[in-house]
């Protein structure tokens, strides 16, 4: 009877065990950076992940490091038609469901450090972007000539000090779309211009603007699916 019993109990906790365990549903997304490709948009996922999480029947809503796929932990049954679907639809993301067998090398990795990042961590998506945008703020100025390394280098401190600043703030897909073609542009070509003057910094915003285009036609990311705007504005 005893043995029967503690049968009986082992089988009852494996059960909960297995209820309890968490939902999670994968997502294809093209959330890739533009300015940096092998990372994921901290700027563009941010709003994405914080509404999923806003929810009662999301726990936890994750971006993995290079963009590719968002992953909500439900608290219950997952709602991706009548919950998840509008958000993404919301913000402007394409998106699809993976299936257990496309999602398997995600969950080998899931929450592994400097893979997913859960929420306002994709800020750090973010600073590591506003480095890459102040390398190319001055390379191709400096490959030509038109600028020494002294005043690239003073350039470059000021122009990832500022997208640090600008990339983790919270702003619809529409509003980033605009503050890349406009804000973010002059705020690059004043930081410029306080150590070059007027004329080289025009100079060196067309290089910039000129081999960002070619870069742009190169890879494709300028039609890259989820974006309305221009990368070559947001870089």
């Known amino acids: ?11 009852i906790v494996n059960n909960k065990v297995k209820i309890s365990k968490p939902m999670i549903t994968f997502y294809e997304t093209p959330l890739i950076c533009n300015a940096a490709p092998e990372i994921g948009c901290g700027s563009r996922s941010k709003p994405v992940l914080l509404a999923l999480e806003k929810h009662a029947a999301v726990k936890e809503a994750w971006l993995n490091r290079a963009g590719t796929v968002i992953a909500v932990v439900w608290k219950n049954e997952p709602l991706t038609e009548s919950f ?9 993301i394409q998106f699809m469901q993976l299936n257990s067998m496309q999602d398997a ?8 450090a ?38 690239a280098k003073k350039i470059k401190k000021d122009v990832e000090a500022y997208f ?45 603007q000129e081999n960002c285009e070619k ?21």
């Open 84 to 92: 998840a679907k509008p958000i993404f639809e919301k913000n402007n």
């Open 215 to 235: 870069q742009c036609k190169k890879d494709g990311s300028c039609v890259q699916p989820g974006t309305k705007g221009d990368c070559c504005n947001h870089n």
């Open 105 to 112: 090398i995600y969950r080998k990795t899931f929450r592994m």
């Open 1 to 11: 009877m005893v043995v029967l019993l503690l049968v009986a109990a082992g089988f």
């Open 114 to 151: 400097n893979l997913w990042y859960r929420g306002a961590a994709v800020d750090e998506l973010s600073k590591e972007e506003a480095a890459t945008i102040a390398e190319n703020a001055v390379k191709f100025a400096l490959e030509s000539n038109l600028i020494n390394p002294n005043e």
């Open 164 to 208: 640090k600043g600008e990339l983790v703030k919270l702003r619809t897909n529409e509003e980033l779309n605009e503050d890349s073609q406009h804000k973010f542009m002059t705020a690059m070509y004043d930081i410029a211009e306080k150590y070059i003057g007027k004329e080289r910094t025009e100079k060196a915003m067309q290089l910039y």
